[in-house]
């Protein structure tokens, strides 16, 4: 009976193996990893390739300089050990820096998934003098899912980088200074911590969380049961960044409500006046909804034009009430916003599957 049941387990490790395509890392090799990731690149070229797992163990993984390492394949899952135990970090010249040249990694996959791990860009953001522009995560995907992921930097932490992209966050860490959530698409953030770091070394001036840009979805940002905790300098939600910006905090819990500006949105727009920012069910750190019952901002933006010898100066403005109706906030579903694509029921599958891959470790 014993070597029967032997038996029976030995086959049945031999069928998960041949059934997930698996490729391990070198614990704390940098290499390893850029090479697993080349690898992977390569066997799942197709979309209809299988799902492959990449398993990254707990470790330091020092990539320098060394920015932008692409993503190309689809259905790739890189699954560290730990979210804060597996550490990938990058550390950008400053002279370098930029929204389009210092990211960790660039996607531009489909359907690739992160889980347990943290993406750190250690560019020198207070010694980068005016911009500290400095990527974890550039992605020019689609349906890319982070689930339980850290992402770490200053300016443009985290760059939704397709106008037609659907993405989703759980249970996620994102930290930052100014326009740390930026770009286009329908992206959900669902119980992720939302952590401001100071804007300046003495912690002077102040913070913007995120700056959308969304122009082909309708969406946009939406921000569900997240938590802000604030270092030092105060901050508001967003700004509008380009095209129709989207943006929606659900049942928010701010642990210092009093470093949220007045406004609570940035009134001054980058590129457009245009908006779409809510806000509904904001919650203190003891669970009493502080949502004021109005918050009606007016958007301003500025333009110049030289016109012969004289500078013209126009301006342009917008006035919208930004807090959500009960109603109104009802329609934020993840079945509405992503229709048939169901990123939360995916984790929970994927969780299953990567939870017995990293026994093999």
Same mark, same amino acid.
């Given at each position: 009976?014993?070597?029967?049941?032997?038996?029976?387990?030995?086959?049945?490790?031999?069928?998960?193996?041949?059934?997930?395509?698996?490729?391990?890392?070198?614990?704390?090799?940098?290499?390893?990893?850029?090479?697993?990731?080349?690898?992977?690149?390569?066997?799942?070229?197709?979309?209809?390739?299988?799902?492959?797992?990449?398993?990254?163990?707990?470790?330091?993984?020092?990539?320098?300089?060394?920015?932008?390492?692409?993503?190309?394949?689809?259905?790739?899952?890189?699954?560290?050990?730990?979210?804060?135990?597996?550490?990938?970090?990058?550390?950008?010249?400053?002279?370098?820096?930029?929204?389009?040249?210092?990211?960790?990694?660039?996607?531009?996959?489909?359907?690739?998934?992160?889980?347990?791990?943290?993406?750190?860009?250690?560019?020198?953001?207070?010694?980068?003098?005016?911009?500290?522009?400095?990527?974890?995560?550039?992605?020019?995907?689609?349906?890319?899912?982070?689930?339980?992921?850290?992402?770490?930097?200053?300016?443009?932490?985290?760059?939704? #980088?397709?106008?037609?992209?659907?993405?989703?966050?759980? /249970?996620?860490?994102?930290? &930052? !200074?100014? %326009?740390?959530?930026?770009? @286009?698409?329908?992206?959900?953030?669902?119980?992720?911590?939302?952590?401001?770091?100071?804007?300046?070394?003495?912690?002077?001036?102040?913070?913007?969380?995120?700056?959308?840009?969304?122009?082909?979805?309708?969406?946009?940002?939406?921000?569900?049961?997240?938590?802000?905790?604030?270092?030092?300098?105060?901050?508001?939600?967003?700004?509008?960044?380009?095209?129709?910006?989207?943006?929606?905090?659900?049942?928010?819990?701010?642990?210092?409500?009093?470093?949220?500006?007045?406004?609570?949105? #940035?009134?001054?727009?980058?590129?457009?006046?245009?908006? /779409?920012?809510?806000?509904? &069910? !904001?919650? %203190?750190?003891?669970?009493? @909804?502080?949502?004021?019952?109005?918050?009606?901002?007016?958007?301003?933006?500025?333009?110049?034009?030289?016109?012969?010898?004289?500078?013209?100066?126009?301006?342009?403005?917008?006035?919208?009430?930004?807090?959500?109706?009960?109603?109104?906030?009802?329609?934020?579903?993840?079945?509405?916003?992503?229709?048939?694509?169901?990123?939360?029921?995916?984790?929970?599958?994927?969780?299953?599957?990567?939870?017995?891959?990293?026994?093999?470790?």
């Amino acid at each position: 009976m014993r070597r029967l049941i032997l038996l029976i387990i030995g086959c049945w490790l031999l069928a998960v193996s041949y059934a997930q395509q698996v490729i391990r890392v070198e614990k704390g090799n940098a290499k390893s990893l850029l090479d697993a990731v080349a690898q992977a690149n390569k066997i799942n070229a197709d979309k209809t390739a299988k799902q492959l797992f990449i398993l990254i163990p707990d470790g330091f993984y020092d990539l320098g300089e060394t920015v932008l390492t692409r993503i190309t394949g689809h259905n790739i899952a890189l699954i560290g050990q730990s979210m804060t135990g597996t550490i990938i970090q990058n550390k950008p010249d400053i002279k370098k820096e930029g929204i389009s040249k210092t990211a960790i990694f660039q996607n531009r996959g489909t359907n690739i998934y992160l889980q347990d791990l943290t993406l750190k860009n250690a560019l020198d953001y207070y010694a980068a003098g005016a911009a500290g522009r400095a990527v974890t995560l550039q992605d020019k995907g689609y349906r890319t899912i982070c689930n339980r992921v850290r992402l770490l930097s200053y300016q443009d932490t985290y760059y939704s #980088d397709n106008d037609m992209s659907q993405f989703y966050f759980q /249970d996620s860490e994102i930290h &930052g !200074t100014v %326009d740390f959530i930026c770009g @286009d698409g329908d992206v959900w953030f669902e119980r992720c911590k939302i952590v401001t770091e100071k804007r300046t070394l003495d912690g002077s001036g102040r913070n913007v969380i995120a700056a959308p840009k969304t122009s082909k979805t309708l969406w946009g940002y939406i921000f569900n049961r997240c938590t802000v905790e604030n270092i030092v300098s105060n901050f508001e939600y967003a700004r509008g960044w380009n095209g129709t910006p989207h943006c929606a905090w659900l049942y928010t819990t701010l642990l210092t409500p009093e470093k949220l500006n007045k406004n609570r949105f #940035d009134y001054r727009g980058m590129n457009t006046v245009q908006n /779409d920012f809510k806000e509904f &069910g !904001t919650m %203190d750190a003891q669970g009493h @909804d502080i949502t004021p019952k109005t918050n009606v901002v007016t958007f301003m933006m500025s333009k110049k034009k030289v016109d012969g010898d004289k500078e013209i100066t126009t301006e342009q403005t917008c006035t919208d009430e930004t807090i959500l109706t009960a109603e109104r906030a009802a329609d934020y579903t993840i079945d509405i916003v992503f229709g048939s694509w169901r990123p939360d029921k995916i984790i929970k599958k994927m969780e299953k599957t990567t939870q017995k891959l990293m026994k093999r470790l």
